[in-house]
């Protein structure tokens, strides 16, 4: 139970401050500390981010830094997305899965170092 708390307030911190989403640090967190298959990881850490981005957002919609139009976009065509992502998801092996998020991070943090160094 501590490691959940533990991985839920670094996922809020880290999130609050650099805006990413939960699934980055619940999904690896849930794997390698909680022990979850990926499958559980990630249909948890869909669970889990709503509270979280609801919150995040009001806040950040104080500061004024919400373009609502945009997430409303976004939003409403995740939806689609979402739901075809999780039936390929659970026609995959949890060892796909696996290795599809950490080649969907790395590209991440190599676009983010490049982006950086520019």
Do not use: C, K
């Not at 022990?35 to 995040?56: D, K, M, N, R, Y």
Request: proline residues 2%; without cysteine.
């Amino acid at each position: 139970m501590i490691w959940l708390i533990l991985i839920g307030l670094a996922a809020g911190v880290l999130g609050g401050l650099l805006g990413v989403g939960g699934g980055v640090l619940f999904v690896p967190g849930l794997v390698i500390v909680i022990g979850l298959t990926q499958h559980g990881a990630e249909a948890t850490s869909l669970l889990a981010i709503v509270p979280v981005a609801a919150v995040g957002a009001l806040s950040q919609d104080r500061y004024g830094n919400v373009r609502r139009g945009d997430a409303m976009l976004m939003g409403v065509l995740s939806i689609a997305g979402v739901a075809g992502g999780v039936v390929l998801a659970n026609a995959l092996s949890g060892a796909v899965l696996r290795s599809a998020f950490a080649a969907l991070i790395l590209l991440i943090a190599v676009r983010l170092v490049r982006r950086a160094l520019d």
